[in-house]
């Protein structure tokens, strides 16, 4: 299957790997295959920025820090410009933040770096929320849907959320407020002990709006990544296509 550079560029692959090594591993298996590679907490914090050096050094695809900054707005600014200094090419911020954080966004948009809102988690579940203090009724796509124009209104070039959000969150913001959709499972991957709660197929987050897809386990625990790479990558050419392309 021929993959075009617009439906490699819908795929990010999260490298949730517990160190550098194995991270090249991945990265030197999957490229050409994927538009991004997302790094996480638990390998920024183990390697520190010279994961992502080492990642740029094997692949030309683009870079997603997903670090969920959410700090007073002088620290996440200094974290911003720190981060548009390694050449990455988004990076995730907290909207819980609140606005005076979000607009930092603002600060960092001449380098080229998208600020990404992360709305709620795809792990929350009501009850979660509950426990925080929220109201035990709150509506979850509500929520997500005040926080998405937040981000959009302080400088955020998009936001992340459930692929159960997403069309909400395109009908309020606009088409061009770029949203990435994680918890991507595929019929097989589901498994009764997954931390994600609001999850969605490849086709699916695609069919629905997303722009991006960040795929993690998958793919990572496939028996074959490279082909369970390519299955989710002709789910997203369908998607793309729409309903009369088979």
Known sequence: MSISPEIRDRLIFALDVPDRAEAV??????????GYFKVG??????????????????????????LKLFDIPATVRGALRSASSLKVQMITIHTSGGI????TAREVAASGLQVLGVTLLT?????????????????????VLERARLARDA?????????????????????????????????????????????????KA??????????????????????????????IAQAVAGPHSA
Not at 46 to 52: D, K, N
Not at 53 to 61: F, I, L
Not at 100 to 103: D, G, R, S, T, V
């Open 25 to 34: 591993r991945f990265v030197k298996l999957l490229d050409g295959l994927v």
């Open 41 to 66: 907490l638990e390998l920024f914090v183990r390697e520190g920025p010279e994961v992502v050096r080492a990642v740029q050094e094997h692949t030309s695809a683009g870079i997603f820090l997903d």
């Open 100 to 103: 005076a954080m979000l607009e």
């Open 123 to 143: 792990s929350h579940r009501p009850e979660d929320l509950a426990m925080l203090g929220f109201r035990d009724d709150i509506d979850l796509k509500r929520q």
């Open 155 to 203: 400088g955020c070039v998009g936001a992340v959320c459930s692929g159960e959000e997403v069309e909400g969150v395109k009908r309020a913001c606009g088409a061009d407020f770029k949203v990435v959709v994680p918890g991507i499972r595929s019929a097989e991957s589901v498994v009764e002990q997954d931390d994600q709660a609001r999850i969605v197929t490849p086709a």
């Open 206 to 235: 695609i069919e629905l709006g997303a722009d991006h897809i960040v795929v993690g386990r998958p793919i990572r625990d496939a028996k074959d990544p490279v082909s369970a790479a390519r299955n989710i990558l002709h789910e």
